[in-house]
């Protein structure tokens, strides 16, 4: 099983410190999200339709949305991730622009060769995590320079609008802000979602390809994110049982609560709360 080393979490999102040996599920992610290799062997994700190498050398790069999973091969070793997952608001403050960070098209591309800088300061948070876990300042200021190495490399942050009205152009359509209202409101039975075309007055392919179009993933992906961050949040900031945030969040037994929460972030739901708890 995978082990979580270190998480940090704050009004930057999170970082975590991963030993992976454990695929993840088909998934997606509301941030910025940011993939590098620490030690072991090299590994790979696939980003879209496309396998995606994590090496020394090499960054994977995953846009707002964009489902992509993490492939295990069982025989080779374990990996060390360095996994950032990180609020378009936080990344604003550097340049108004960045809040794109958050939606397709942030990243050019699914992966990119890392710089010596970028190597170095991932592995300088990386260490301190590991060495100094309640230093947060400290990390937040290192995972800052880190976010701005890899913005200037791997994305064309010149051309994004300063313009905060010129971001939230493009509302996309009606029928599909309805269906992510309704998602967002949180009392969907994720098997009505074929029920939402009808109500749409679309064919259910025809309902679910502009769903993907628009929100950059299927609605069931979408409404896992969705699920996921709020099982974050109370794992994380809330201070009752497991048992009883699983029965919050809608699942009919822990044991599936903490089945959904592994296949999403690596690790169980218990084991992300204790670790979260060093840098408190």
Not at 62 to 72: D, E, I, Q, T
Not at 84 to 109: D, H, M, N, V
Not at 203 to 228: C, D, Q, T, W
Not at 232 to 242: C, G, K
């Amino acid at each position: 099983m995978s082990t979580a080393l270190r998480i940090a979490h704050g009004a930057f999102g999170r970082v975590a410190l991963l030993d992976m040996d454990y695929s993840l599920v088909r998934h997606a992610h509301p941030h910025c999200h940011v993939l590098l290799k620490v030690e072991g062997a090299d590994t790979q994700f696939v980003v879209g339709d496309a396998t995606c190498p994590l090496t020394d050398d090499t960054a994977v790069l995953v846009n707002g949305w964009l489902p992509h999973s993490y492939v295990h091969v069982p025989e080779r070793p374990r990996t060390v991730i360095l996994a950032l997952y990180i609020e378009p608001e936080w990344l604003q403050i550097f340049r108004p622009g960045w809040a794109a960070s958050g939606g397709p098209g942030f990243f050019g591309q699914p992966s990119g060769q890392v710089s010596p800088r970028i190597r170095r300061l991932a592995m300088d948070l990386s260490a301190d995590m590991m060495t100094r876990p309640d230093c947060k300042k400290a990390h937040e200021q290192m995972l800052s320079d880190l976010m701005i190495a890899v913005i200037e490399r791997f994305t064309p942050w010149k051309s994004f609008s300063n313009s905060i009205r010129d971001l939230g152009s493009g509302a996309g359509d009606w029928r599909i802000r309805r269906a992510v209202a309704t998602i967002r409101s949180g009392t969907v039975d994720p098997e009505s979602v074929g029920s939402w075309a009808k109500e749409a007055g679309l064919s259910r392919a025809h309902f679910f390809r502009l769903f993907e179009s628009s929100i950059g993933a299927p609605p069931k992906v979408y409404m896992n994110v969705l699920r996921m961050e709020r099982a974050v949040d109370l794992v994380l900031n809330r201070p009752q049982s497991l048992g009883d945030i699983s029965s919050e969040l809608g699942f009919a037994e822990p044991a599936h609560f903490t089945r959904f929460f592994r296949n999403h972030a690596g690790v169980s739901p218990s084991e992300f709360r204790n670790v979260s708890r060093l840098a408190s």
